[in-house]
């Protein structure tokens, strides 16, 4: 066995012991169960956790909001767009336009195509083109609510400058849009602004009573525009159309034309109107002019006017306190009450015939004053005219005979006979706006001011003083029941209205010889009274009668004229005031015979 290496035995066990030192082997540390367990649950509470976020988003965006996020994702291809409907016209009683309607550009923005974030920053740059505060930009956008569906209208009138700078600045401005729109015109400007109002967007009491109401509504605030707005308004239609991702149209998927408002004709006659304002001029007062057979209005002016165009686009709040700041050129002061002056004598005079206790041929004593409670009540003139009758009291406007006979009838009587004549909520022109005379008597003198009656308000009642209030348009009222023979006439505006029963006239229980003396003191006082400027040989045969109102304050009085004509068949009846204009024979007479002369030129 040369050459063999002798290998010693190894047991099994040594063999184990020399693996071992070959190879030691680490110590295991045992790990606890709790700690394994709980970081087990952690990984799992965040595994539930992102996923049930995952879910609920996903239920949220689908379920939730699904409805919401389709239309958006629509709204980027599909839109509606309003279409404004085109608003009537409103022509005088010739058919001369006083209002109507022509072609504007307009600006409206989509509110769910930007955020409102984003909004903020277009807002002030929009401001700086179409010269609106971003404020009121904004403040559109939150009424009408960021995920709104329809556009809105931020701006009205573009100007060509404006529209221009849009045009090229289109891809700064997403969700805009600039529309041809029907806009309102008053061709004669500032002409019977009173009669006709002005228009504007309907405010959010207006969207709430009219849920039928488009976005942007056009409706009448003010007038006629107002009181005819149902008629004249129409009805807006509608376009569908599909727009690329920029928002420019792609095509036409349907269309609902608009349906344009009526005309509207009224009774005014725009010459008759023209020339009461012109004869007005800037002072503060009134013209009421009306066809004393039917009660149509032939011409109402006021002044301080104002211009119904400044309405056709937005009107910062600082032009509406200046425009309401510079003698209220909104009140429309042929429908405010004003004391009448001797105007009122033709009431009393009707009382005084109407109650019975005197009659046509009567006749009183003036002197020069009366003297009641410890105060003196003076003739105007300084002195008495003598024993006269109901033609020579009115001639002269004698103070002493109405007080006399207003006395003796009493004030409940002159109220009553006030009322029947035409002063009152009996004349009604439906205008908004517009108020009614007042003839307190007793009872509601102490009603409304918590004193007594005293005899001096009587003899005050008696010449259209103290606190009898009337409106330009009630004294044409009381003056056409005269000149018609006793018939009290509704005054109305609309021309479809002159012939319904509603506006047929009434009478006033006045007696026709009571009537035939009243007109006979009316036309003394044109051929030898204070209104002998009617008396030139310009008119027909004219009947009428001033007044020289006092107020308050010690102000200058107000002249007052009431009249008609021609004389045996009258078409025509006027009353005017002016404040602080003096006496009626010199300031306010002029005026009606301007009107009275454009009239008749009319019927050559």
């Known amino acids: 066995m040369a050459g063999r290496i002798p290998i010693p035995f190894l047991s099994k066990r040594r063999v184990a012991n020399l693996s071992r030192k070959a190879h030691p082997v680490r110590p295991q540390t045992a ?123 931020v701006a009205q009138n573009l100007s060509p400058e404006a529209f221009v700078a849009l045009e090229e600045l289109a891809t700064q401005f997403p969700g805009l849009e600039i529309r041809a729109e029907s806009s309102r015109y008053y061709p004669n400007g500032e002409v019977a602004s009173h009669v006709l109002g002005y228009i504007g967007e309907a405010t959010s009491a207006d969207m709430k009573a009219n849920p039928d109401f488009p976005v942007g509504m056009i409706v009448g605030k003010m007038g006629v525009e107002r009181l005819a707005d149902k008629q004249i308004r129409g009805m807006w239609g509608s376009r569908l159309i599909e727009v690329d991702a920029r928002g420019k149209e792609l095509r036409e998927m349907g269309i609902r034309q608009p349906q344009a408002g009526a005309q509207v004709t009224l009774t005014l006659d725009l010459d008759l109107q023209k020339t009461a304002e012109q004869a007005l001029g800037r002072r503060r007062g009134a013209v009421a002019v009306i066809d004393p057979r039917t009660g149509a209005v032939l011409a109402l002016a006021s002044s301080p006017r104002f211009d119904p165009n400044f309405f056709t686009r937005k009107v910062s709040r600082a032009e509406w306190q200046s425009l309401q700041a510079r003698n209220k050129p909104f009140l429309n002061r042929a429908l405010q009450g004003y004391p009448p002056g001797s105007t009122f004598k033709i009431v009393t005079s009707a009382a005084g015939m109407g109650s019975g206790k005197y009659s046509p041929g009567s006749r009183i004593a003036t002197s020069a004053g009366i003297s009641l409670g410890g105060f003196f009540f003076g003739e105007h003139s300084g002195s008495g005219y003598g ?98 023979g006793g018939m009290r006439v509704k005054p109305h505006l609309l021309a479809d209205q002159t012939k319904t029963a509603e506006y047929k006239p009434e009478p006033t229980g006045l007696a026709p010889d009571a009537v035939d003396a009243i007109r006979s003191g009316l036309r003394a006082a044109v051929t030898q009274g204070t209104a002998k400027k009617l008396n030139d040989g310009s008119l027909p045969p004219t009947a009428g009668k001033t007044g020289t109102a006092e107020v308050p304050h010690g102000r200058r009085s107000n002249a007052v004229f009431v009249g008609y004509a021609p004389l045996n068949k009258p078409t025509i009846a006027i009353a005017v005031v002016v404040e602080n204009g003096g006496y009626g024979g010199v300031t306010a007479v002029p005026i009606a015979r301007e009107v009275f002369r454009t009239y008749f030129n009319q019927r050559k």
């Open 31 to 153: 790990v606890p169960p709790t700690s394994a367990k709980y970081r087990a649950v952690v990984l799992m509470l965040i595994v539930t956790s992102f996923i049930s976020v995952c879910t609920a988003r996903l239920v949220q965006l689908q379920l939730l909001q699904g409805q919401h996020y389709r239309k958006q994702a629509e709204q980027n291809r599909v839109r509606l767009i309003p279409m404004a409907s085109a608003r009537g016209n409103i022509v005088d009683r010739k058919g001369k336009v006083m209002a109507a309607s022509r072609v504007a550009r307009s600006v409206f923005v989509w509110p769910m195509q930007q955020t409102p974030a984003e909004w903020e920053v277009t807002a002030n740059k929009l401001s700086a083109i179409v010269d609106i505060p971003s404020e009121e930009i904004l403040e559109k956008l939150d009424q009408a609510g960021y995920v709104s569906a329809l556009p809105v209208r």
């Open 387 to 484: 024993v006269i009758g109901f033609r020579q009291a009115l001639a002269v406007s004698s103070n002493t005979f109405f007080y006399r006979m207003g006395l003796k009838v009493g004030p409940e009587e002159i109220s009553k006979w006030g009322r029947k004549l035409g002063i009152g909520n009996v004349t009604d022109l439906k205008l908004p706006g517009g108020t009614h005379g007042s003839l307190p008597t007793p009872e509601e003198k102490e009603k409304l001011y918590k004193e007594p009656w005293y005899p001096g308000d009587t003899i005050s009642m008696s010449i259209g003083q103290g606190l009898v209030l009337t409106t330009p348009l009630e004294m044409a009222v009381v003056v056409s029941a005269i000149a018609n």
